[in-house]
């Protein structure tokens, strides 16, 4: 695929690596969003803004874990992760980038996930708006602006 040829950068493989270790023991599509949500503030240009909105790295508390919740979906699952690395790779080819960064896997889990993923974020006291408008005044580590939410 044309997405498939854009390298990632330490960060965004090490946000996809620690995915494939955390998504598989998710109760619901839900709980996957929330652990993307815990991947993403930590590293990268998506982290920095995440943290500069507040979004720290105190444990995060959900109403339910998923298991006694009968409105939460299934799962995506195992391969979700190399749906998000693809998508990624492709919106940094689509960018013309050297590297698939953090903004380009943040913009593929929201591909994915959608309201699940707006939930976390709201939950947290932010919204993808307000992510998107951090991400924007920032400059990814190659001198690039990131991706627009428009781009989706």
């Known amino acids: 695929m044309h997405g498939s040829n854009t390298p990632l950068s330490q960060d965004a493989a ?3 690596a620690l995915a494939g270790t955390a998504i598989p023991f998710a109760h619901s599509a839900e709980d ?7 991947l993403l503030r930590l590293h990268g240009q998506v982290g920095i803004a995440l943290q500069g909105l507040g979004v720290g790295e105190a444990p995060l508390m959900t109403p339910t874990d998923g298991r006694d919740d009968p409105s939460g979906t299934t799962p995506f699952g195992r391969d979700i992760v190399n749906d998000v690395a693809h998508r ?3 919106f940094a080819a689509g960018r013309a980038a050297e590297r698939t960064g ?3 896997v943040l913009f593929a889990v929201i591909d994915v996930y959608g309201r699940m993923f ?7 006291g932010t919204s993808r708006d307000e992510l998107v408008e951090r991400l924007a005044g920032t400059r990814n580590w190659n001198g690039s602006r990131p991706a627009s939410a428009h781009a989706l």
């Open 88 to 90: 990624a790779m492709t």
């Open 118 to 124: 707006d939930r976390a974020l709201f939950l947290r």
């Open 102 to 104: 953090t903004a380009d």
């Open 14 to 16: 090490l946000v996809l």
């Open 32 to 38: 996957e969003a929330e652990r993307w949500l815990r």
